[in-house]
Nanobody
Framework: QVQLVESGGGLVQAGDSLRLSCAASGRTFSSYAMGWFRQAPGKEREFVAAINWSGGSTRYADSVKGRFTISRDNAKNTVYLQMNSLKPEDTAVYYC???????????????????WGQGTQVTVSS
């Protein structure tokens, strides 16, 4: 099992940027794909971005493609989500997640992720 702690959320205006961080502990971070998901009030949790175990492959939801960038620093056991050109519809609780199995490609499915952080709130005002 891995423990995940997100940070970096906050209240910003439309067009601003934020960088979320997710610090991992408890197992070999560098062997596992990581993902970011978000959940807005009254909506289901949705995929945002994922990165494979080595950092060589990434994928994004269409709604954030070109604005968000996922990256990882395996030496620091940390995954990041750089969010630019934020929109009010990006408002949600953002969750970091770790793949259940090692050497994954970076899935977009919530069921493939076995460990989740507590979430960090991102609010974008218009």
């Amino acid at each position: 099992q891995v423990q995940l702690v997100e940070s970096g959320g906050g209240l910003v205006q439309a067009g601003d940027s934020l960088r979320l961080s997710c610090a991992a502990s408890g197992r070999t971070f560098s062997s596992y794909a990581m993902g970011w998901f978000r959940q807005a009030p009254g909506k289901e949790r949705e995929f945002v971005a994922a990165i494979n175990w080595s950092g060589g492959s990434t994928r994004y939801a269409d709604s954030v493609k070109g604005r968000f960038t996922i990256s990882r620093d395996n030496a620091k056991n940390t995954v990041y989500l750089q969010m630019n050109s934020l929109k009010p519809e990006d408002t949600a609780v953002y969750y970091c997640a770790a793949d259940s199995r090692p050497y994954g490609y970076g899935s977009s499915r919530t069921g493939d992720f076995g460990s989740w952080g507590q979430g960090t709130q991102v609010t974008v005002s218009s």
